[in-house]
């Protein structure tokens, strides 16, 4: 519960932040919405995997060990680096206001930030040092 209340806070916190930055002057009037769609998607990626990390550095098992210093600040500059790409999803698309109405930009923004992390899917993150952030779930040993 805490998690999502935090995802809910730094989306809606990040979209007023950024709307509000000289960032909007970039955007036409009409893009606005898909800028507040990225926004919202940075503040939502942040705010729910910082906490998990976090955590993982104070609780721990034998199963899953506590995670150390080094690979935190690892796993939390990757989300940050992932919430630019996703601003930098939004700002392009946002630029469609110039052409299309509010209501169509928006929509096209939905898609694109929602859709845009399916490239970084397929990158091997286990090798490079950045799985694990969400543990595995344990397996259930039959009697």
């Given at each position: 519960m805490i998690v999502v209340f935090a995802t809910m806070v730094l989306g809606a916190f990040a979209a007023g932040a950024l709307l509000l930055s000289p960032?909007?002057?970039v955007v036409p009037e009409d893009g606005e919405h898909a800028l507040g769609v990225g926004c919202i998607g940075?503040?939502?990626i942040t705010g729910l995997v910082v906490p998990l990390v976090l955590f993982g550095m104070v609780r721990g098992s034998?199963?899953?060990?506590?995670?150390g210093p080094g690979d935190a600040a690892r796993k939390i500059l990757a989300v940050l680096v992932f919430a630019v790409y996703l601003l930098l999803v939004a700002v392009v698309v946002a630029q469609l206001g110039y052409v299309l109405p509010?209501?169509?930009t928006t929509t096209i923004a939905v898609f694109a930030v929602g859709f845009s992390?399916?490239?970084l899917a397929m990158v091997p993150w286990e090798k490079l040092g950045l799985g694990g952030i969400v543990p595995k779930p344990k397996s259930r040993k039959s009697d």
């Open positions: 960032l909007s002057a940075l503040g939502g034998e199963d899953t060990p506590r995670v509010r209501d169509i992390w399916m490239p």
